[in-house]
């Protein structure tokens, strides 16, 4: 800079050099200077976005960043301009800015190759991040089309179908990933809970009748258990005539449910299993509310009330 103060090369890396040392006000000084010169810059504007990303300036970053997305680049535009919606797309999930991250990585996800696996993975991490998981599935299905032994493509369907409430889905791909995938601690606990809901849920297709009647009446025993431990965890008597609490309303509803709810009753009446498991989702999702989110089998119950169409508090 001293031989040559007016070389928009020099200035550009000594900027950045300033900003990596944690001097991004003087780093900034030079690059305003080279965008009143060259506004269009791609790498200027993504010089400050990242100046700004430090300072915590969100709006400003996101102005710089999409300015450097629709700048110009000497080299590889196309590929310059996804990796730069790549790391705003980064930069905003981070910060807990799930809803402006959306058109970000929609837009990502529109503009990758569908024959680049790498950043099709990467978009569909991305997906999962934001919790897009519809689109997260299809992408992460087609890329187990194209290749069925592909472990990063089987985890990320498993937990987008997971997420979706397509349990017996998420439990095919679980069960063809690695043993070395499954037994990572979030996903044993996601793959555990897929093989007890599949357990479970009688509304599963191919299931006999007697299995049907068997797997309503233990999740009606499952639920009723759970009525129970939480009544006792809040010190509520459930014999309170009038019931006033909502677990009391729902243990007075249970005794005519509960005569139609043994495995003998269900076998011969199967069109009952209806009413039985929606009494057991009531009974799950108000207990939830009262003591918290369940554990173990209870969870299972909790979410497959959810798919069927139980709102969860």
Not at 233 to 238: R, Y
Not at 269 to 297: L, R, Y
């Given at each position: 800079m001293v031989y040559s103060p007016g070389n928009a090369n020099f200035q550009f890396h000594l900027a950045q050099a300033l900003a990596a040392v944690g001097r991004g006000d003087e780093g900034r000084t030079y690059l305003l200077n080279l965008l009143s010169e060259s506004p269009g810059s791609g790498e200027v504007n993504l010089a400050l976005a990242r100046i700004a990303t430090r300072k915590g300036l969100t709006s400003e970053a996101i102005r710089y960043y999409h300015a450097a997305i629709y700048g110009e680049w000497e080299n590889d535009p196309i590929a310059m301009r996804w990796q730069v919606r790549r790391e705003l797309s980064e930069y905003l999930l981070d910060r807990g800015e799930a809803q402006q991250a959306v058109p970000e990585i929609i837009a990502l996800a529109d503009n990758?190759?569908?024959?680049d696996t790498a950043r099709r993975k990467i978009v569909g991490n991305l997906l999962i991040r934001a919790k897009l998981w519809p689109r997260a599935l299809d992408g992460f299905r087609s890329?187990?089309?194209?290749?069925?032994?592909?472990?990063?493509?089987?985890?990320?369907?498993?937990?987008?179908?997971?997420?979706?409430?397509?349990?017996?889905?998420?439990?095919?791909?679980?069960?063809?990933?690695?043993?070395?995938?499954?037994?990572?601690?979030?996903?044993?606990?996601?793959?555990?809970?897929?093989q007890q809901i599949d357990a479970i849920?009688?509304?599963?297709?191919?299931?006999?009748?007697?299995?049907?009647?068997?797997?309503?009446?233990?999740?009606?025993?499952?639920?009723?258990?759970?009525?129970?431990?939480?009544?006792?965890?809040?010190?509520?008597?459930?014999?309170?005539?009038?019931?006033?609490?909502?677990?009391?309303?729902?243990?007075?509803?249970?005794?005519?449910?509960?005569?139609?709810?043994?495995?003998?009753?269900?076998?011969?009446?199967?069109?009952?299993?209806?009413?039985?498991?929606?009494?057991?989702?009531?009974?799950?999702?108000?207990?939830?509310?009262?003591?918290?989110?369940?554990?173990?089998?209870?969870?299972?119950?909790?979410?497959?009330?959810?798919?069927?169409?139980?709102?969860?508090?």
């Open positions: 990758t190759p569908a024959d890329l187990v089309s194209a290749n069925n032994q592909d472990p990063d493509a089987l985890l990320g369907a498993a937990i987008s179908a997971f997420e979706l409430g397509q349990y017996d889905l998420a439990l095919d791909y679980f069960d063809r990933l690695p043993q070395s995938e499954r037994d990572a601690p979030d996903i044993a606990a996601m793959y555990q809970t897929a849920n009688p509304f599963l297709a191919g299931v006999s009748r007697e299995a049907r009647a068997s797997k309503a009446a233990d999740a009606l025993s499952l639920a009723s258990k759970r009525l129970q431990d939480c009544a006792r965890q809040e010190g509520q008597s459930l014999l309170v005539t009038p019931p006033q609490a909502p677990l009391q309303r729902i243990f007075a509803d249970s005794k005519e449910i509960e005569a139609r709810g043994s495995l003998q009753y269900i076998e011969k009446h199967p069109e009952t299993i209806e009413d039985v498991m929606a009494h057991v989702f009531e009974i799950e999702n108000a207990a939830a509310d009262v003591c918290g989110n369940p554990q173990g089998a209870d969870r299972a119950l909790w979410l497959l009330g959810r798919k069927r169409g139980v709102p969860i508090q």
